[in-house]
């Protein structure tokens, strides 16, 4: 069985698809939500959050907080409309999201100091295939609770949060592991009702978001307006000053089987 799987949601009863993914994993709620979602027929354990309205980063620091407090080294954090976890093929096939999971987990022994691993997005094909070292992950990620250590995410800072969390960890010496021969399914960032669907449509506020970490990365991060949808505030990050790469899958591979009889150092 895999580690323990903490699934984020709000608003969003009707259409909670990880639910459905990892019936056995830990939804956490705030608690005038709890009712709505058991009438919609959720059947996942629920956790209630001590306070309503904190916003994302505030549900991420409880889930990262509660995990050290049991002692649960490593765990996943997912978003709650993931459609499938798969196989990037090609073609694309669906598979087994907790088997997925657990051959994900071997990630930890890739390198010393792996603090976060993560999958491609399906829509991404050109990362497809390829394991990407510190970069950027986001909708469901396997944290080192240990390595994550005082780490925490930063109010203000939401729908760009999860940037900032990697970031940090890197910071500090830790590693990240982003496999693409697996991919997440979910709706395009700011499409899906319910859960942050209405900051998203933000735009000014967005972007004020993309400046703060400008400020808060200074060299590192660039606020600059993208293409999509019409326009959307994004940031830039010059990952490289991490020591970020891509590598094969097969070289992946042989650097865990290299690893296999020996202690990785955390």
Known sequence: MTNPIYILSKGRPEKCPTTELFPHATLVLEKEDVPKYEAAGVKNKIEVLPESNGGITVVRNWIIERAQSLGQKHIWMADDDINFLGHAGPPIKKDDPIAILEDAERAFNYRSRV??????????????????????IQVISGFDTELFGKSRYVKGLDLKEDQDITLQLLSKGCNTVRLGHYVQSCPSIGMNKGGLHDTYQ?????????????????????????????????????WREFGSKSISVEEYEKALESNANQEVPT
């Open 115 to 136: 603090a976060q691993i993560g999958f491609e997005y399906v829509q991404i094909w050109y990362n497809h295939n390829q394991v990407q070292i510190n970069k950027a």
């Open 202 to 238: 933000n735009r000014e506020w967005l972007l004020d978001v993309c400046k703060k970490m400008e400020r808060r990365w200074l060299g590192t991060c660039k606020a600059f307006m993208s293409k999509k949808q019409g326009g959307m505030p994004e940031v830039k990050i010059k």
